[in-house]
């Protein structure tokens, strides 16, 4: 970099290549001239250059079948074989993209306002993935550096996530380090694909104490065929989390699937937005002198039975139908089975109708918006006096009340359910956790007496039985979250595993924000069907652990030297995370095939070929 620097940019550089021996036969190699090309570097913008090289005419390389070549080993620390852009340019192009969560245009402005040099966004992409690839070979030429970090103890996260069915992706996380350790497109959650990720990670890093991960199928079966193929001593472990929401969707499933049919057929939602709709249009000329009334009305108890005028009336009102709408609220952020939705749009109706009896009772609306406070009784009583609905809602609120008893046995409770150990109020420690197997055996035993004693309605009933099932079925991956390992001089130490695989739900989330942010786009099922799998991996340079063992703590204008170093060591396509088009979509339909099958005249083709057919041998015609 310090020659292109002092270079006087109106002669081409040139750069002379040492080597001239051929290592395959020992002798002399020819000389030859590139001829002057351009080559674009933050250090030196566009400048252009002269590489003078050798070739031996008589050998080829074994692996690519190629004449064997020496290059400039001075150019070759700048910028990667057959490239115009430099290493700088692409670590500068890769932490724009995928740390600093830049658009395409920001990123082409930075350039050319910062370095003044213009770049295209084809190949900003381009760079991007570019750099993505030296980082994967990068990990793998740290997998023994990160073997032996990981040799005391450590844990395997493994999950996936898609977007709107498309596009999914496995990653592979250490726990206790937070380190990504790889990142994979798959069709679907196939036992032998997860397998054979799973199985490479193995090789490279180590053996884990646990493997941590969600109760689909495929997952389950590809670990515990590692676990035996592998002849491993690691325990698999469930997530907790998903465990509870997997029971709380069996315990509620039905009943929940009912009373959201029955409040369809009643049509409330949309009654209440309809009243609400004609209410607003009467406001409407003063709606913000009414809503500073409704401020005043809530917050001065001497108003709240007071008589209103016509036009306060119908604000009142329209604010009481709002307030059952906002339903969505009493949710906290939570989705079902944590929370039930409908059963607390079904609370908000009671209370509604409640208050709106209880001024009715004072005589506080006006005569002219009588009619409005009648019509809304009668949409809240349709729904709260509705038999069937109020059965459903205590069958409801009879298998809450078995489901939030085992939440509190399996201490997740309400606010800690969707959190990593060290975020959670009261985090987990060793005296709890050991002692919850215990814990959890009493809570199956209480719940086979309370079946004999007959004294428990049949939703409730129903709820035992589903969380006995489930205890059987999943109790030996439950438990065994605290591991007992020795230091470097021999101590003993006692570390927990996270009970819950919220640290990859976590960092899917905040995969996806980045994306979103980088891309512009909401809805990131395309985004997710074309994204390289490895800006997952991007998260490990801002790991201070990660960032000493595999980047020899450089900085990120310290990297060209690495990165140089890398494209000797190895390929990206030699990397376990390589793949291949036809491996990444299952075999059903690759791009290169979709050109070919999906092109008009392949669709003639096969109509042409259709005709030839004699139509007697069918028995049937289209």
Same mark, same amino acid.
């Given at each position: 970099?310090?020659?292109?620097?002092?270079?006087? *940019?109106?002669?081409?550089?040139?750069?002379?290549?040492?080597?001239?021996?051929?290592?395959?036969?020992?002798?002399?190699?020819?000389?030859?001239?590139?001829?002057?090309? &351009?080559?674009?570097?933050?250090?030196?913008?566009?400048?252009?250059?002269?590489?003078?090289?050798?070739? *031996?005419?008589? *050998?080829?390389?074994?692996?690519?079948?190629?004449?064997?070549?020496?290059?400039?080993?001075?150019?070759?620390?700048?910028?990667?074989?057959?490239?115009?852009?430099?290493?700088?340019?692409?670590?500068?192009?890769?932490?724009?993209?995928?740390?600093?969560?830049?658009?395409?245009?920001?990123?082409?402005?930075?350039? #050319?306002?910062?370095?003044?040099?213009?770049?295209?966004?084809?190949?900003?992409?381009?760079?991007?993935?570019?750099?993505?690839?030296?980082?994967?070979?990068?990990?793998?030429?740290?997998?023994?550096?990160?073997?032996?970090?990981?040799?005391?103890?450590?844990?395997?996260?493994?999950?996936?996530?898609?977007?709107?069915?498309?596009?999914?992706?496995?990653?592979? #996380?250490?726990?206790?380090?937070?380190?990504?350790?790889?990142?994979?497109?798959?069709?679907?959650?196939?036992?032998?694909?997860?397998?054979?990720?799973?199985?490479?990670?193995?090789?490279?890093?180590?053996?884990?104490?646990?493997?941590?991960?969600?109760?689909?199928?495929?997952?389950?079966?590809?670990?515990?065929?590692?676990i035996r193929e592998m002849n491993?001593?690691?325990?698999?472990?469930?997530?907790?989390?998903?465990?509870? #929401?997997?029971?709380?969707?069996?315990?509620?499933?039905?009943?929940f699937n009912s009373l959201k049919?029955?409040?369809?057929?009643?049509?409330?939602?949309?009654?209440?937005?309809?009243?609400?709709?004609?209410?607003?249009?009467?406001?409407?000329?003063?709606?913000?002198?009414?809503?500073?009334?409704?401020k005043n009305w809530q917050n001065?108890?001497?108003?709240?039975?007071?008589?209103?005028?016509?036009?306060?009336?119908?604000?009142?009102?329209?604010?009481?139908?709002?307030?059952?709408?906002?339903?969505?609220?009493?949710?906290?952020?939570?989705?079902?089975?944590?929370?039930?939705?409908?059963?607390?749009?079904?609370?908000?109706?009671?209370?509604?109708?409640?208050?709106?009896? $209880?001024?009715?009772?004072?005589?506080?609306?006006?005569?002219?918006?009588?009619?409005?406070?009648?019509?809304?009784?009668?949409?809240?009583?349709?729904?709260?006096?509705?038999?069937?609905?109020?059965?459903?809602?205590?069958?409801?609120?009879?298998?809450?009340?078995?489901?939030?008893?085992?939440?509190? $046995?399996?201490?997740?409770?309400?606010?800690?359910?969707?959190?990593?150990?060290?975020?959670?109020?009261?985090?987990?420690?060793?005296?709890?956790?050991?002692?919850?197997?215990?814990?959890?055996?009493?809570?199956?035993?209480?719940?086979?007496?309370?079946?004999?004693?007959?004294?428990?309605?049949?939703?409730?009933?129903?709820?035992?039985?589903?969380?006995?099932?489930?205890?059987?079925?999943?109790?030996?991956?439950?438990?065994?979250?605290?591991?007992?390992?020795?230091?470097?001089?021999?101590?003993?130490?006692?570390?927990?595993?996270?009970?819950?695989?919220?640290?990859?739900?976590?960092?899917?989330?905040?995969?996806?924000?980045?994306?979103?942010?980088?891309?512009?786009?909401?809805?990131?099922?395309?985004?997710?069907?074309?994204?390289?799998?490895?800006?997952?991996?991007?998260?490990?340079?801002?790991?201070?652990?990660?960032?000493?063992?595999?980047?020899?703590?450089?900085?990120?204008?310290?990297?060209?030297?690495?990165?140089?170093?890398?494209?000797?060591?190895? &390929?990206?396509?030699?990397?376990?995370?390589?793949?291949?088009?036809?491996?990444?979509?299952?075999?059903?339909?690759?791009?290169?095939?979709?050109?070919?099958?999906?092109?008009?005249?392949?669709?003639?083709?096969?109509?042409?070929?259709?005709?030839?057919?004699?139509?007697?041998?069918?028995?049937?015609?289209?």
């Amino acid at each position: 970099m310090h020659i292109i620097n002092c270079h006087d *940019c109106s002669q081409p550089l040139v750069f002379i290549t040492i080597a001239d021996v051929c290592p395959s036969c020992g002798r002399q190699m020819e000389h030859k001239n590139s001829g002057a090309r &351009e080559i674009v570097t933050l250090a030196g913008g566009r400048i252009s250059i002269v590489e003078e090289y050798f070739v *031996c005419t008589r *050998c080829k390389d074994s692996k690519t079948g190629n004449r064997i070549i020496h290059h400039s080993e001075a150019l070759r620390r700048i910028l990667p074989h057959n490239s115009k852009y430099g290493y700088d340019i692409e670590i500068e192009a890769g932490y724009l993209q995928y740390a600093d969560n830049m658009q395409m245009d920001e990123i082409r402005d930075t350039f #050319k306002n910062n370095y003044g040099i213009s770049i295209r966004q084809s190949q900003i992409h381009e760079l991007g993935k570019r750099f993505l690839s030296h980082m994967v070979v990068n990990h793998y030429r740290s997998a023994q550096k990160l073997a032996e970090l990981f040799r005391s103890g450590c844990v395997y996260h493994i999950d996936a996530t898609c977007e709107a069915g498309r596009g999914m992706e496995l990653v592979i #996380k250490e726990g206790w380090t937070g380190i990504v350790l790889g990142a994979w497109k798959i069709p679907t959650e196939n036992e032998e694909i997860i397998k054979k990720h799973l199985k490479s990670v193995v090789d490279k890093f180590g053996e884990p104490v646990a493997f941590v991960s969600d109760m689909g199928n495929g997952m389950i079966a590809a670990i515990t065929g590692v676990i035996r193929e592998m002849n491993l001593r690691s325990r698999l472990l469930v997530c907790h989390t998903h465990f509870i #929401k997997a029971v709380g969707k069996y315990i509620y499933e039905k009943a929940f699937n009912s009373l959201k049919s029955q409040l369809k057929k009643q049509k409330t939602l949309s009654e209440l937005n309809r009243i609400i709709k004609e209410m607003g249009d009467i406001i409407n000329p003063q709606v913000a002198v009414m809503r500073d009334y409704l401020k005043n009305w809530q917050n001065n108890n001497t108003l709240i039975h007071c008589c209103h005028g016509e036009m306060e009336s119908v604000a009142v009102l329209r604010a009481l139908a709002q307030w059952v709408l906002s339903y969505a609220s009493d949710c906290n952020g939570e989705c079902f089975p944590f929370a039930l939705s409908h059963l607390y749009l079904f609370k908000r109706c009671v209370v509604a109708l409640e208050s709106l009896l $209880v001024l009715l009772a004072k005589d506080c609306f006006h005569e002219n918006a009588t009619k409005y406070a009648n019509r809304l009784q009668l949409i809240l009583e349709g729904l709260v006096k509705n038999p069937d609905i109020q059965r459903t809602v205590l069958n409801l609120n009879e298998s809450r009340s078995v489901f939030t008893e085992l939440r509190t $046995v399996m201490r997740l409770e309400k606010t800690d359910v969707y959190k990593q150990d060290k975020d959670k109020k009261t985090p987990d420690k060793i005296e709890i956790i050991s002692k919850l197997k215990e814990e959890t055996s009493l809570y199956r035993i209480t719940l086979k007496e309370r079946l004999d004693t007959g004294t428990f309605s049949d939703a409730q009933i129903d709820a035992f039985y589903i969380i006995l099932s489930y205890f059987d079925q999943y109790e030996s991956w439950l438990f065994g979250h605290h591991v007992v390992l020795y230091d470097d001089s021999g101590n003993i130490i006692v570390k927990l595993i996270e009970r819950s695989n919220n640290i990859m739900e976590r960092s899917f989330n905040d995969q996806k924000h980045q994306i979103r942010r980088r891309t512009g786009v909401k809805n990131l099922g395309y985004v997710f069907e074309h994204i390289f799998p490895a800006s997952a991996m991007i998260v490990n340079l801002e790991n201070p652990i990660y960032q000493k063992i595999a980047m020899d703590s450089k900085s990120r204008g310290e990297l060209v030297n690495l990165f140089s170093s890398l494209d000797d060591f190895m &390929e990206y396509s030699d990397t376990p995370m390589y793949q291949d088009e036809y491996e990444i979509v299952g075999g059903r339909l690759p791009k290169s095939d979709r050109k070919i099958v999906g092109n008009p005249e392949f669709t003639k083709f096969i109509n042409t070929l259709s005709g030839n057919i004699c139509k007697s041998e069918l028995s049937f015609s289209i």
